[in-house]
């Protein structure tokens, strides 16, 4: 009997980490939410431009 040809598993592509900003003021724990022109923490309120 002839060995089924097993379907070509489809490596999964981890995408790397986004690497987001921390926050300065808040520290490395807080990231700061991505905008269209600038990032702001939610937190203390810092923001900067991009
Ligand atoms: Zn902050």
């Known amino acids: 009997m002839a060995e089924e040809k097993k379907p070509v ?3 999964k592509v ?3 980490y986004e690497k ?3 926050c300065p003021k808040c520290g490395p724990g807080v990231s ?3 905008h ?3 990032r702001s923490c939610g937190k203390c309120g810092y923001s900067e431009k991009k």
């Open 9 to 11: 598993k489809k490596k």
């Open 14 to 16: 981890v995408k790397p």
């Open 20 to 22: 987001r900003r921390a």
């Open 32 to 34: 700061l939410a991505e």
């Open 36 to 38: 269209k022109e600038r």
